[in-house]
């Protein structure tokens, strides 16, 4: 549910997606997008209500460095030499309603 409401959020901002849960060796992004010159990796962290923290809090260095590693392959594997690349963290917060309490764009999640 989280990563469908992150890709048409994104959309609506101007991105374009480019691939959906694109896997590697080294790991996995949820989504791949451009956004004018950039590719941008994204990781979509959801959670339902806060009882376990926030979606911004369940992302360890492990998975970022999974994240940094799966961007470069992914460049690698596409020929996209010279191209810029971003790690984006889209959080999704569900209500234990159902309802959509918010989705926040956290952007370059990981820089260097």
Same mark, same amino acid.
């Given at each position: 549910?989280? =990563? #469908? /409401?992150? @890709?048409? $959020?994104?959309?609506?901002? #101007?991105?374009? *997606?480019?691939?959906?849960?694109? @896997? &590697? +060796?080294?790991?996995?992004?949820?989504?791949?997008? =451009? $956004? #004018?010159?950039?590719?941008? &990796?994204? =990781?979509? @962290? *959801?959670?339902?209500?806060? %009882?376990? %923290?926030?979606?911004?809090?369940?992302?360890?260095?492990?998975?970022?460095?999974?994240m940094t590693a799966t !961007?470069?392959?992914?460049?690698?594997?596409?020929?996209?030499?010279?191209?810029?690349? !971003?790690?984006?963290?889209? +959080?999704?917060?569900?209500? $234990?309603? %159902?309802? /959509? @309490?918010?989705?926040d764009i956290v952007e370059? !999640?990981?820089? %260097?």
């Open positions: 549910v989280g =990563e #469908g /409401l992150a @890709r048409r $959020h994104l959309e609506s901002l #101007g991105y374009n *997606t480019l691939a959906v849960n694109v @896997r &590697f +060796a080294s790991g996995e992004s949820d989504l791949v997008a =451009e $956004h #004018g010159e950039t590719i941008v &990796f994204v =990781e979509v @962290r *959801t959670r339902r209500g806060t %009882g376990v %923290g926030s979606p911004e809090e369940s992302i360890t260095p492990r998975k970022l460095s999974k !961007a470069q392959e992914y460049v690698q594997a596409h020929e996209s030499e010279g191209v810029i690349g !971003a790690l984006t963290l889209v +959080a999704v917060e569900i209500g $234990h309603d %159902g309802r /959509l @309490r918010r989705i370059n !999640a990981v820089e %260097g």
